[in-house]
């Protein structure tokens, strides 16, 4: 246990160290002042405004900024979602697959534009390389870089005084993929690659067996196929836009798509650190850097919450996994003990439940371990972290814009006990942003607790789930919290692939993305157009540590109201069996 904790306390402090100085980075690239890669980086960006004919000086109105937000989502939309229909006429076809069935082509196109990258579907078996690259790829960069604009947007509406605009999405958008999404995916790609990842455009590789398998039908299979394809590339974004769609069905616990200890190591620091970045890139943008430090502190404070949970609960095991003593719960003669159902060797149970608290932390989704066979508590942990609305650091962008609507509802009601108009930054908060800060904070209970209670009520969902009693439940709860909350990560075992499940998991990634999006931008305009307060001795600070411990309550207090009625009858009936 010890080694444990000292393995999560070094991905902590490795998270830090990294993203305290790209924090500073990605304020000046949103800034528009000039880094060290702007030599290389600002001609292709002239460039492109040039084609394009975007000014990028033109300043917009929130609903202009918001209108070009949604527009540019749309068409990113219908563009993936013909590439996935039009498949089988497009290059880059080894395997020569046909176009998807609209109801999963419609499931994934929605999946990747909302940065939610859940997969009804398996890669290396149902896409094409030019699908995965031109289509799955590009709109991971493209989902990551909205969020980031959206962000800056509302620091914008922060920041200015009495100013109808909130800067130009155009120009956020190039700024956030240019400077910062592209040249860390560059690095993350060469650091994988260099483990083994694949990286190609060759045919998939057939291979004869040692010794011939008998399936259960008693064919026998003497060959297997050892699949390729540019996977490095899409990894490396999939992790820093915490998008988290793998190339791979299995995806990171696949061999060829996370082989080695290192490879582990550097997807899951890539995971959180542009999200834990953000934090500090806030705290400078509003020209406090206390305030940064703040919300980092409640989002890390969660973070080691969860993270404690899920590995001590995995290191434990239950009592049913130790089989009256036939299965070793405790270390000892080179064995992990604990829980190692559904992780891989190579990684252990630290490395599979740290990367389950950062996966479902932030809205990536990725696994490296199947968290269906995680204990009644560690899957707790996990979709709670979904269910809180993905604000313990969360989405590229997503998550702090989330967790900034949670501090005006806690500065709202810290100003109802002292009896004060409530501030935040200098801005008074009045009943406009708080009707609009709770409609992005209650977006995602609704759309989890409303799909799967439709979903429980269809007879053939139950033929979709793999368990049955408190643990089926669970399986179809995360499944709607993963979308619900833009995550992807699903309990493996659950069979998504039908009409029903494609069109409503759709449905609910798209209210649960693009609702609190709205709500955001909209805040944003009206705290723009408002003129700041002077700072008063009554004035409540929101740059300590009460203000953060207030934080964490208010958060805990709407996940815990909103979902613990589920969760007893799912997770928790199951821990008490």
């Not at 076809?93 to 997969?119: D, I, R």
């Not at 969860?306 to 609960?313: A, E, K, W």
């Not at 810290?414 to 801005?427: A, C, D, H, I, N």
Request: with cysteine.
């Amino acid at each position: 246990m010890m080694q444990a904790v000292l393995q999560y306390a070094g991905y902590l402090a490795l998270l830090v160290v990294l993203a305290y100085p790209l924090g500073i980075y990605i304020d000046k690239v949103m800034q528009g002042r000039w880094v060290w890669l702007s030599p290389l980086i600002r001609p292709a960006e002239r460039m492109l405004y040039r084609l394009t004919g975007t000014d990028e000086r033109e300043e917009m109105t929130w609903r202009r900024y918001l209108g070009s937000a949604l527009a540019f989502n749309f068409c990113g939309f219908v563009l993936l979602f013909a590439l996935l229909m039009l498949q089988g006429s497009l290059p880059l076809n080894p395997l020569e697959l046909s176009g998807l069935e609209w109801p999963l082509a419609f499931n994934t196109a929605v999946s990747f534009v909302t940065n939610t990258n859940w997969q009804a579907y398996r890669g290396e078996l149902q896409l094409s390389y030019a699908v995965q690259m031109l289509g799955l790829t590009v709109q991971n960069f493209a989902s990551a870089g909205t969020g980031m604009a959206v962000l800056y947007a509302l620091i914008r509406g922060f920041v200015r005084t009495q100013d109808g605009t909130i800067g130009n999405f155009w120009t956020d958008l190039t700024r956030s993929t240019g400077y910062v999404l592209v040249p860390l995916a560059v690095v993350v790609t060469l650091l994988i690659g260099s483990q083994g990842v694949v990286q190609n455009f060759d045919d998939y590789t057939t291979y004869t067996l040692s010794e011939r398998v008998v399936a259960e039908d008693g064919t026998a299979i003497t060959k297997g196929v050892v699949p390729g394809g540019p996977a490095a590339s899409q990894i490396a974004i999939k992790q820093l836009g915490t998008n988290g769609g793998g190339f791979f069905g299995a995806n990171s616990a696949h061999p060829l798509e996370n082989p080695t200890p290192f490879s582990n190591l550097v997807e899951m620091t890539s995971i959180l650190l542009i999200p834990a970045a953000l934090c500090f890139s806030f705290g400078r943008a509003v020209g406090s850097r206390r305030q940064g430090v703040t919300i980092f502190a409640a989002m890390l404070v969660l973070l080691v919450l969860g993270m404690g949970i899920i590995g001590f609960s995995e290191q434990a095991g239950t009592a049913p996994l130790a089989q009256n003593g036939a299965v070793l719960m405790e270390a000892g003669n080179m064995q992990p003990g604990g829980n190692m159902e559904g992780k891989e060797t190579r990684f252990g149970i630290a490395g599979s439940a740290a990367w389950a608290e950062f996966t479902t932390a932030a809205s990536n989704g990725s696994v490296n371990s199947m968290l269906d066979s995680y204990t009644p508590l560690g899957g707790l942990a996990a979709m709670l972290n979904i269910q809180l609305g993905e604000v313990v650091f969360g989405g590229t962008g997503c998550g702090l814009y989330g967790m900034l609507c949670f501090a005006i509802l806690t500065v709202f009601i810290s100003g109802l006990m002292v009896g004060r108009t409530p501030e935040f930054l200098g801005k008074k908060i009045e009943p406009y942003e708080m009707k609009m800060a709770v409609l992005a904070c209650l977006a995602t209970p609704v759309a989890i607790l409303a799909g799967s209670g439709i979903a429980a009520m269809v007879p053939g969902v139950a033929d979709s789930l793999s368990n049955h009693g408190a643990h089926g439940l669970s399986e179809l709860l995360y499944a709607y919290s993963s979308c619900g909350g833009n995550n992807g990560s699903a309990f493996a075992g659950f069979g998504a692939d039908t009409v029903f499940l494609n069109v409503s998991l759709g449905m609910v990634m798209l209210f649960a993305r693009f609702l609190p999006m709205t709500a955001v931008v909209a805040i944003a305009g009206h705290l723009a157009g408002k003129k700041k307060l002077a700072v008063t001795e009554g004035t409540l600070r929101t740059d300590n540590a009460m203000f953060a411990g207030l934080l964490i309550a208010v958060v805990l207090l709407v996940g815990a109201l909103s979902f613990f009625p589920v969760l007893s009858l799912g997770p928790i009936a199951e821990f008490l069996q």
